[in-house]
DNA sequence: TGAAATGTTGGGGCG
DNA sequence: ACGCCCCAACATTTC
């Protein structure tokens, strides 16, 4: 019987995939591949924390396939239409990614399968809806989350399908993970990574997540604690679902904690279906009027930034969370980003690129329309002028700066009176930088900066 | 999913 | 007892 090829990419799962489901509904033996295809993408290389994440994840996956993950490394089209012909493939399946260069590269590659004579079926794994299913009245994609979401929330998703009970295997020559070297070597800057990639853990992370999903929406800010689901990462690689995500917390309970749960889930859906419908925006602003704005070039506090060396203790924490562990708390992205959006006045793409290079959730929708909506020129985004006080935002949200001590040890004597100013404190510690920017005057140039843009 | 400036109110100290 | 001032505390507006 002739082969169903699977092409694995952001779907590192067996429950809920609907492509492998429908692979096995056929009867054939399975190939089951993943392609490496770095270098290539017209978009953006995989960044350093995604690769590590990759590298376990493809581990974790192969195990649950008993060893049969098929890996190659290359032009992804030209390796399928390859494939598919010297295995006498009768169809490839996937899951369908929403990438704008993932979508031109799928649909050429599926016209060339079909001239081929090998049967294509896509699916939808990643979504909770299609990118172009929810539209405005005027029947255009939504532009403004809140009614984006009242007409996502008036829908049910559809339900998860169980992983598939048994299956035939087919085992092909391919790559040696290792030899990939997805991960990194000296130096190991992945040693303070606490997390467990694959299937099995996203489903781990689901279900001690939703005890605590009550109290979500309070919890979710306060940075030293685990108030957050921490599913991200594996959302991202789709090692979890979200169809499996919204049932699980639909069934759990109805608490506002629950609801505003949910509503992240809504903001990953917007992002993704704002990419699709805006490719340009990896790069440009979705608000015009930025294309103008004179954004500084500060090489040293970008620098200063990316190092979690700014000598503002919130802003070096995050940082540095984000280096030793590849991810940051969603309350300080936001405070770190403003600091070098408004404060510091450089380009929202330079911070983008380093949270693509450095987080193991990184997601091009989610970043780039996040990265904008901070900035002000995004859908929907913050005015500009809203511009975060990290030190308010340090005493409101960690004031007893519990969470700054663990990530800024060089603070750990420091009163909680001064934590998040200690240039203030009687004694300002020796080793730890004065601040880079005064608060005050980067507000200010901020603001003169953005009437400037508004009179242009 | 801000912060700062400005405006308003009301209680208490004090001459 | 009264008016005046000060200034929290809260509300509104402005950026």
Redesign the pocket.
């Known amino acids: 019987m002739k082969p169903v090829i699977v092409w694995f990419r952001q779907d590192l799962r067996l429950a809920d995939n609907p492509a492998l489901h429908a692979a096995v509904q056929t009867g054939a033996p399975i190939v089951a591949l993943f392609v490496l295809d770095d270098g290539r993408a017209p978009d953006r290389d995989l960044g350093g924390a995604s690769r590590w994440w990759l590298h376990h994840s493809l581990a974790a996956l192969d195990a649950s396939l008993k060893k049969h993950l098929v890996l190659r490394r290359g032009d992804a089209a030209a390796i399928i239409t390859t494939l598919a012909g010297q295995t006498g493939a009768q169809a490839v399946m996937w899951n369908r990614c929403y990438e704008p260069s993932a979508v031109a590269r799928d649909t050429d590659l599926k016209a060339d399968l079909v001239a081929q004579g090998v049967e294509v079926q896509t699916f939808n794994g990643a979504l909770l809806h299609e990118p172009w299913e929810l539209k405005t009245g005027a029947g255009k994609p939504f532009r403004v ?1 809140t009614p984006f979401w009242n007409a996502m929330r008036a829908r049910e998703a559809a339900r998860p399908l169980p992983a598939p009970r048994a299956m035939t295997l087919q085992r092909l020559d391919g790559d040696r993970l290792d030899a990939w070297n997805l991960l990194p070597t000296r130096p190991d800057w992945a040693t303070g990574f606490d997390w467990t990639p694959g299937e099995k853990s996203a489903q781990e992370a689901l279900y001690d997540f939703l005890p605590h999903i009550a109290q979500y929406r309070t919890a979710r800010d306060l940075p030293d604690r685990d108030g957050t689901s921490r599913l991200s990462p594996h959302l991202h690689w789709g090692e979890i679902s979200p169809r499996q995500v919204w049932q699980a917390v639909r069934t759990h309970d109805h608490s506002d904690g629950a609801e505003t749960f949910l509503k ?1 889930l809504g ?1 990953r859906e917007f992002c993704a279906q704002l990419l699709f419908h805006n490719p340009g925006m990896t790069t440009n602003p979705l608000d015009a009027r930025f294309e103008k704005f004179k954004w500084r070039t500060g090489k040293k506090d970008l620098s200063a930034w990316t190092r979690g060396q700014t000598g503002i203790p919130i802003v070096d924490a995050g940082m540095r969370q984000l280096w030793q562990t590849g991810w940051m708390h ?2 300080v992205r ?1 405070i770190v980003a403003s600091l070098l959006i408004k404060h510091l006045g450089i380009h929202w793409r330079d911070g983008e690129a380093w949270f693509w290079d450095c987080l193991v959730d990184a997601d091009l929708a989610s970043n780039v329309a996040n990265w904008q ?1 901070v900035a002000g020129c995004g859908a929907d985004a ?2 500009f ?6 030190v ?2 340090g005493e ?1 949200f960690d004031p007893r700066g519990v969470y700054v001590r663990r990530f800024v040890p060089e603070l750990a004597a420091m009163p909680d009176k001064f934590i998040h100013m200690p240039w203030a404190a009687p004694q300002p510690p020796r080793n730890y930088p004065a601040p880079i920017v005064d ?2 005057e980067g ?1 200010a140039r901020a ?1 003169a900066a ?2 400037a843009l508004k009179q242009s």
Not at 385 to 390: C, G, L
Request: hydrophobic fraction near 55%; charge should be positive; avoid cysteine.
């Open positions: 989350f992240e903001w969603n309350r936001m909506w913050a005015p002028f809203r511009i975060f006080n990290p308010l935002q409101k608060l005050a507000r603001l953005f009437q």
